[in-house]
């Protein structure tokens, strides 16, 4: 196992446990996104699909601390980087590019946007997590209705979902980077799916506060 432990102590092998733990959380994104846009369908489709989480149980638990797990994982190795970057290189190049490109501006506010979607996550899965235990009463489209007629919750929901886009946007293309798709045929490809992909996720999760209030 010594070769496990020198791997993970390397750079190397710390951005390569970052593009696991990236693509993981990635991976889920996509899910989730998949089943929450059932509520245009309506809100049976919507409650249809709310309840067959609901009914994976301890799953459904173990999943949520697993992403959280992923989330400070990647986050808390990405942190580790950027400081020990900063402290080998305390004076920035004058030139400072990427291998796809300038710098952008997801790519510079990585390690900021990667703290505030672990902040947002561990908020959502409390809040909606406190209140989803008991359904007998009130449907989850209800809950997640009344959850957005909150002005200020829905605000905070839609601004963070940009968020999330900045961050996955340089995030996926990273991902592929580190491990080892670097090649100028596939690269330019990746670097539009991943804004593609950024783009799907602002804009599908940002608008489903508005759908949800709608639909319920």
Not at 30 to 38: C, M, P
Not at 93 to 115: F, I, N, Q, W
Not at 165 to 183: M, P
């Amino acid at each position: 196992m010594s070769w496990v432990t020198r791997t993970l102590s390397s750079s190397v092998g710390k951005k390569l446990l970052m593009a696991i733990s990236g693509f993981a959380f990635l991976g889920f994104l996509a899910g989730h996104l998949a089943g929450n846009l059932t509520i245009y369908w309506g809100k049976d489709a919507f409650n249809s699909y709310a309840k067959h989480l609901h009914d994976l149980g301890p799953f459904l638990v173990f999943a949520e601390i697993g992403l959280v797990v992923f989330a400070a994982i990647h986050i808390g190795t990405a942190l580790f980087l950027f400081f020990q970057n900063r402290a080998a290189r305390p004076v920035k190049y004058a030139v400072d590019k990427t291998g796809g490109g300038g710098r952008t501006l997801s790519s510079r506010t990585m390690p900021y946007t990667g703290l505030l979607v672990l902040i947002f996550v561990v908020i959502h899965i409390l809040n909606f997590s406190h209140h989803i235990v008991d359904q007998s009463t009130r449907t989850i489209a209800q809950i997640t209705g009344e959850f957005f007629s909150n002005k200020g919750y829905m605000a905070f929901y839609m601004v963070m979902m940009v968020i999330v886009a900045l961050h996955v946007r340089h995030g996926l293309w990273s991902a592929f980077q580190t491990i080892g798709a670097n090649h100028p045929k596939y690269m330019p490809l990746i670097e539009r799916l991943s804004v593609l992909f950024a783009v799907v996720v602002g804009i599908g999760f940002g608008l489903l506060p508005i759908v949800i209030v709608m639909k319920v």
